[in-house]
């Protein structure tokens, strides 16, 4: 190995860029990529990944290959030549200073309007459901019969959350506890529930079918297992969902009790 | 004085006669003065902890591979669960693993050994400003390595609320069973290595302002100095915010103060604690330290690569200005992008704004320092000694974990890549990738003067050559992993619908890290083997220009036989006309006339 020079070592560093590539152009084919998305702005926020990746990839391929050109090209082993004496370039500096600090700018600005409708746009509506989550696990409540959250005819459930598809959804997001987020994969969506705050998330869904809620910041030793479910359904088969879970509860439990139910305002 | 073989000798005049008499083994190599000792205590101790942390993460890693599955060699630690571990115990894992490598590790490694062994000797002083502050640093660790080791045997185990230990998760015992002992102790680590980084940042700044060598203007400096002195300052700056934060947790926990834990806050059922507090006020402390830090955690790498591949290179730094600017723009920036750790946190999302931008713009200087990097390799004569292998290897890694960066601030993204195993690749491709790779680079470059022998070559490639390889089927496929949204510190994530196929792809990383682990085997024999038995190095043998070049290998107490004297920069190699093909610092002008004159007949 001591003998080994620029061309070995060259084709070990060269490999970073080939094996890197290949890696993120064989990761889709095997589904180890973005899972699908069901949400109405999902594509905002994987077009702008596209386009970083497209950006960065450019970035990458060419700053690592030239990595690979030079060592392979200016081995000492190749010739008594001796090493250029060169202390720098106004230019160049001045080149890869302006090309980088305008990109990330253009960047900066291109992504906030991305950002504005995921986070700070909030449609002009009541909640839809309230979502509180605790250890371990995501506690729904629906308003019920009359619309309003925080009534007494309100419907609580556990982890199993339905809601129309199509529609402009609000969720009120709290935690009782400790720190959680409600990451909604297919949906794009990530939010931490903070104890003492009311945080609102909203999107819209353009699917129906059954996706994962994941819990994804640290709560305690079962944070793994703060599994959800959301499922997506027609208007008229949420109304008749969410009829039945009322009927439900009103069977099992009497309104009054429902009220005691609720830890967190 | 070439004959000096001891790693320090006491005859160097200073210490006084009077304690040169009771200057004994303790004096000299464990409650020593000496920049060089304190130096090496760090480096030992670090490497030390470097090895526990390191097999932290193969635990952490068995789980994520083969959740639930008997633990092999400590399965017997789990006897209670059958051989498994639990996942309590799985928090702790990874919550001591990043503490032991941030906090015990990667910060001491830089600043404790290598900023304390090459500061004065790189700038021509004969010892630290403050030598016994100096010693003082060094022992401040031993209450953190007490209380971090030790925290994993107190009732509750050790803290379980992740490195960032975010209330009310960190602050309530209900809430994890290492919120407990375990977090107190972590607290009490975590301020004495505060205390620790601080005596030392304050005697690197005073030392490098005031104690150069005749003719080391602050533009002769190498950059290693420059990123030393940057980062002390960093350090000085941000320290304080998270001592007292600390405080304030510390005083939640035991007074029942509140800074941290809202109105109303149940957990477990029962009230916790007063309220009137915020959890989102710990990570706003946190991360003004925290995001700085990671700065302090790779700026000195990154000075000591640019002397390593400018000597291995055997060519001028390229851009040099506009390298020290650049490390100062990314310490300045570095106080105004806390806020990218805080994107999801429910922080006012205008906010998230302010931070984006200002994070999109650190990764402009990183940039620069990229771009001159190759330049600086770019018409050289590459030799390939193991050190500039694994400098190389920096370069090329840090150019992934930097682009990783901009995927994260740009907000959009962030909302579904954050906390995923994409930001654990980005961090170890700074961190391990880079960082750690540099520290490599650095040791088999300064080991010759630190114990006056080399490390084998050939063994040292076949080390980098492994660890490369292994750290990228590592931490590279990390990145399709987070695209997927795999979460981090999930114990199992396999029963969710979206990552249940993600099983044989993380089983595939933790060979990958067994085998990284299993390669520093190699480098550790290596090191203790070319200690004693290396080949005998000389002062200089590498051929370079900086004034520790010039002291005996290893330096005595003291270090330099005569004082010397800087009449350049530090990167004078391959200068036309001159038949050597390096000046050193302290090769006087007319001597660069003569060899010219004489090379040119
Ligand atoms: C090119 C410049 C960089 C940019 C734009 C950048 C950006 C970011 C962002 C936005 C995050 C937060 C991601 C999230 O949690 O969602 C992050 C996390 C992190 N970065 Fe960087 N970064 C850069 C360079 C570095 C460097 C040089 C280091 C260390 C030497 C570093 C270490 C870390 C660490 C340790 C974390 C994760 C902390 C945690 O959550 O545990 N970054 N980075
Ligand atoms: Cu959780
Ligand atoms: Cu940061």
């Keep these: 190995m001591n003998r080994l020079g620029g061309i070995f070592w060259g084709l070990v560093f060269l490999a970073v860029p080939v094996l890197g590539v290949a890696v993120f152009a064989v990761a889709p084919a095997i589904n180890v990529w973005l899972p699908k998305d069901i949400s109405a702005h999902g594509y905002q926020i994987d077009s702008l990944f596209y386009f970083i990746l497209a950006l960065t990839g450019v970035v990458f391929i060419a700053t690592e290959l030239l990595l690979f050109w030079f060592i392979w090209k200016y081995d000492a082993a190749r010739g008594e030549r001796k090493a250029t004496y060169i202390q720098g370039s106004h230019t160049l500096e001045v080149v890869w200073t302006i090309i980088p600090a305008a990109t990330l700018l253009f960047l900066a600005i291109y992504q906030m309007n991305a950002w504005a409708n995921v986070k700070m746009r909030r449609p002009d509506m009541p909640p839809t459901v309230e979502v509180v989550a605790r250890q371990f696990e995501w506690r729904l409540r629906y308003p019920g019969r009359d619309g309003v959250l925080g009534t007494a005819d309100d419907l609580h459930l556990v982890n199993d959350l339905h809601l129309p598809v199509d529609e402009e959804i609000l969720v009120q997001l709290k935690s009782m506890d400790v720190l959680h987020s409600f990451f909604l994969p297919n949906l794009r969506i990530k939010q931490d529930a903070v104890p003492g705050m009311k945080i609102p998330v909203w999107f819209r869904a353009t699917e129906t079918g059954g996706f994962d809620i994941v819990c994804a910041e640290l709560c305690g030793w079962g944070h793994y297992k703060m599994k959800g479910r959301i499922t997506f359904v027609s208007r008229p088969e949420f109304d008749a969902w969410l009829d039945r879970k009322y009927s439900e509860q009103e069977a099992t439990q009497p309104v009054a009790e429902a009220v005691g139910e609720m830890a967190v305002r | ?601």
């Excluded at chain 2, 998270?242 to 405080?247: E, I, K, Q, S, Y």
């Excluded at chain 2, 806050?265 to 990570?283: E, K, M, R, S």
């Excluded at chain 2, 490390?327 to 922080?347: K, P, Q, R, T």
């Excluded at chain 2, 990228?472 to 987070?482: A, D, K, R, S, V």
């Design chain 2, 1 to 601: 004085m070439s004959t000096v073989t001891a790693p320090v000798s006491t005859e160097h005049g200073h210490p006084p006669a009077s304690q040169h008499s009771v200057s004994t083994f303790l004096s000299t190599y464990v409650f020593s003065k000496d920049h060089k000792v304190i130096g090496l205590q760090f480096l030992f101790s670090t490497l030390l902890w470097f090895l526990i942390g390191g097999l932290l993460a193969l635990a952490v890693r068995w789980q994520v591979a083969w959740p639930w599955s008997d633990v092999p060699v400590v399965g017997k630690l789990f006897a209670q669960q059958g051989g498994q571990m639990s996942p309590e115990f799985y928090t702790m894992l990874f919550t001591m693993h990043a503490t032991v490598m941030i906090f015990l590790v990667i910060i001491p490694i830089l600043a404790g050994a290598f900023g304390n062994f090459l500061i004065p000797l790189m700038i021509g002083a004969d010892d630290m400003a403050f030598p016994t502050l100096n010693m003082l640093s060094y022992w401040f660790m031993w209450p953190a390595f007490i209380a971090f080791g030790a925290s994993f045997f107190v009732e509750g185990g050790a803290a379980s609320s992740g490195w960032t230990s975010y209330p009310p998760l960190s602050t309530n015992v209900a809430s994890s069973p290492g919120s407990g002992w375990g977090q107190t102790l972590w607290l009490i680590g975590l301020t004495f290595v505060g205390v620790s980084s601080m005596l030392g940042s304050v005697n690197y700044m005073t030392t490098i302002i005031l104690m150069r060598a005749p003719g080391m203007t602050m533009f002769r400096l190498p950059m290693t100095i420059w990123a030393m002195f940057i980062t002390a300052v960093l350090q000085a700056f941000a320290l304080p915010v998270l001592t007292a934060a600390g405080f304030m947790q510390m005083s939640d926990r035991m007074f029942s103060t509140g800074f941290f834990t809202p109105e109303n806050n149940i957990v477990n059922n029962a009230v916790a604690g007063p309220g009137g507090g915020q959890p989102l006020l710990w990570q706003h402390l946190f991360w003004f330290y925290s995001h700085p830090a990671v700065y302090i955690m790779i700026l000195p790498a990154m000075g000591m690569v640019s002397d390593i591949l400018t000597c291995f290179a055997r060519k001028p730094l390229f851009g040099y200005r506009p390298m020290v600017y650049s490390i100062a723009g990314i310490a300045g920036l570095g106080f105004i992008v806390w806020g990218h750790h805080m994107f999801m946190s429910g922080m006012n999302p205008a906010l998230g704004i302010t931070f984006m931008v200002s994070t999109m713009m650190i990764a402009l200087p990183s940039a620069v320092k990229t771009f001159n990097w190759l330049g600086t390799v770019w018409g050289g004569r590459i030799q390939f000694t193991t050190a500039m292998l694994f400098a190389l290897s920096f370069v090329s890694m840090f150019i992934i974990g930097g682009l990783s960066g901009i995927f994260m601030a740009a907000t959009p993204v962030d909302i579904f890549i954050h906390d995923t195993y994409f930001i654990v690749a980005h961090f170890h491709y700074v961190l391990f990738a880079g960082t750690a790779m540099g520290v490599w680079a650095a040791i088999y470059f300064w080991f010759p003067k630190m114990f006056g022998r080399t490390m084998n070559e050939f063994w040292g490639k076949v080390h980098f050559f492994l660890t490369f390889v292994f750290l990228n089927g590592t931490f590279f496929t990390m990145h399709i992993l987070g695209a997927v949204g795999f979460p981090r510190r999930l114990a199992d994530a396999y029963h969710y619908e979206t990552f249940h196929h993600l099983q044989p792809m993380n089983a595939f990383m933790t060979y990958c890290a067994i085998g990284m682990v299993a390669s520093q085997i190699i480098f550790a024999v290596n090191f203790f083997w070319s200690m004693f038995y290396g080949p005998v190095a000389g002062r200089n043998p590498w051929n370079a220009n900086g004034l520790e070049w010039t002291a005996p290998s290893p330096p005595g107490h003291g270090n330099f036989d005569v004082q010397p004297v800087v009449y350049r920069g530090p990167y004078e190699y391959s200068v036309p006309g001159v038949e050597k093909d390096h000046l050193m610092q302290t090769d006087p002008p007319n001597a660069a006339a003569a060899a010219a004159a004489a090379s040119a007949h």
